[in-house]
């Protein structure tokens, strides 16, 4: 009578089918989960929801059921306890409740509008990346939000990667597409002329909207969208170059990944897969500098045997936020690809055209995903150096509001992010918001403060500081700042 699993197995290829018996328990199923069953000692059920059969709402309503076992009661709690602080950092609850961002229905899923404190936020991440990459070495470039669908059939993605494009658009009657990436526009780019072994390498880095289509039902807040600007870097090089292109881009991922805070990562070096394009030597040549690269810098890694894309190896680094979860971020991947497609060429040293090689980057992966991270990670209290407001003021009477507003304009004239709040309301219901806002600093102005000409000062989170005078308390803030802590 099981209707379900009959008609899994009616569609099975093979004549072969693996059933699992546990105890009086028999399923369609590989099996076995566990060495015994008596290894489970601490279970909780988690959650109850209805699902399609097949995920086709034509078909029956199922309910489904959600559990969590473990060996001991311990790990249960301690799981149960960072499920609990998920829910709290929720970057798409925090999100609402900050002010920072929201997907509305009227535009569509995966579609992204930043409020005006996100789009603050955005604008302090970007323009840090650029002051950086210009300082490395970089040159930035612009790119169209569309190109004719014969690009993307010279660069192969209508072959390899068409599921995630959306359906071509008629301009002059020619078709045209959404890009899914920027890769083929910065390779015109290098072809526009004739490019001298000189000139290599070339980096060139651009924050490009991209569009890719994702199933609804994957599409989860900021971290899975349609719409989102990836912070995007091709270098093209020689052969011999590849090491020391690695090193840098080692050095500068973790640059960046630790002045946003995050001190934990895990590394993967993924190896050419058995289907794959490229002279062999070139892929070994390639593996090898990754490696080495990884192993200069002390950096311990993992092997994903076969991981590599069919057209390059790569170096993948995972985040670990304060919860102890992995999230991709970082890409360094080669491509023997691209640069056969577009038929890239440079001049060598002895006269002849030679191949460049061609590396793929991202640092952040995209903008919208990495600050959905950086709200879960800082629970929405973001380090000074990225809150949108930096600090309130806040005068007990009226009589402090000139007080307040001669130290708004100090503050402001300093390039701090300030506000007053104004209101006619206890200071302590002023406290409290600010502290639900999560803004950094508090200065409290009363008759006092005003006679004495000084400030109270209060941290969120740490509560009272002290009576400051407005220059030393602006020296560790200054600091505070420029640290990045």
């Not at 399923?27 to 279970?43: E, N, T, V």
Request: aromatic share 12%; hydrophobic share 35%.
């Amino acid at each position: 009578d099981e209707k379900y699993k009959l008609e899994l197995i009616s569609e099975l290829e093979s004549d072969n089918v693996s059933i699992y018996r546990q105890g009086n328990f028999i399923d369609l199923c590989k099996g076995p989960h566990l060495i015994s069953a008596g290894k489970i000692k601490a279970f909780k059920l988690l959650q109850v929801a209805g699902a399609y059969w097949r995920g086709d709402e034509k078909n029956p309503m199922l309910q489904r059921i959600y559990g969590i076992s473990f060996p001991d009661q311990k790990e249960l709690d301690d799981y149960l306890n960072r499920m609990e602080e998920a829910k709290k950092r929720d970057h798409r609850k925090l999100g609402r409740e900050l002010d920072l961002f929201d997907i509305y229905d009227e535009v569509g899923g995966g579609l992204v509008i930043w409020h005006p404190k996100g789009a603050l936020i955005r604008r302090l991440i970007e323009d840090f990346w650029v002051k950086n990459h210009y300082r490395d070495g970089y040159e930035l470039l612009y790119t169209p939000h569309i190109a004719k669908l014969d690009l993307w059939k010279t660069s192969g993605h209508t072959n390899f990667y068409s599921e995630y494009m959306y359906s071509p658009m008629k301009i002059d009657e020619e078709e045209y597409e959404l890009k899914p990436m920027n890769c083929p526009f910065h390779i015109l780019a290098y072809k526009s002329r004739r490019r001298s072994y000189r000139e290599l390498p070339i980096r060139w880095a651009e924050l490009g909207t991209v569009y890719r289509y994702e199933r609804s039902g994957v599409l989860h807040g900021l971290l899975r969208v349609r719409g989102f600007t990836q912070d995007d870097a091709h270098i093209f090089c020689k052969l011999e170059q590849l090491e020391e292109e690695i090193l840098r881009l080692l050095d500068f991922c973790l640059f960046f990944l630790e002045a946003f805070g995050f001190k934990e990562y895990q590394r993967y070096l993924a190896t050419r897969p058995k289907k794959y394009i490229g002279d062999i030597n070139t892929w070994d040549k390639a593996t090898e500098a990754l490696r080495q690269a990884l192993l200069k810098r002390n950096l311990p890694f993992k092997i994903d045997e076969g991981g590599g894309a069919f057209y390059g190896p790569k170096i993948d680094i995972k985040i670990k936020d304060l919860l102890g979860r992995e999230h991709q971020c970082t890409t360094l991947q080669f491509d023997f690809n691209l640069p056969e497609r577009f038929n890239l060429q440079y001049v060598a040293a002895d006269g002849t055209f030679q191949r460049p090689i061609m590396i793929h980057r991202a640092l952040l992966g995209s903008l919208e995903r990495f600050f959905g991270l950086l709200i879960e990670h800082y629970a929405g209290a973001f380090p000074l150096w990225l809150s949108p407001v930096q600090i309130t003021l806040l005068p007990i009477t009226d009589n402090q509001h000139t007080y307040a507003e001669n130290i708004r304009k100090e503050l402001t004239g300093r390039e701090l992010r300030v506000k007053i709040d104004n209101r006619n309301e206890k200071v302590n219901l002023k406290i409290r918001e600010a502290e639900l806002e999560k803004i950094p600093y508090m200065f409290i102005l009363g008759k006092k403060e005003e006679a004495n000409n000084t400030i109270s000062v209060r941290k969120h989170g740490e509560g009272d500081l002290g009576e400051f005078r407005l220059e030393d308390i602006l020296v560790k803030i200054i600091q505070e700042i420029d640290t990045k802590k």
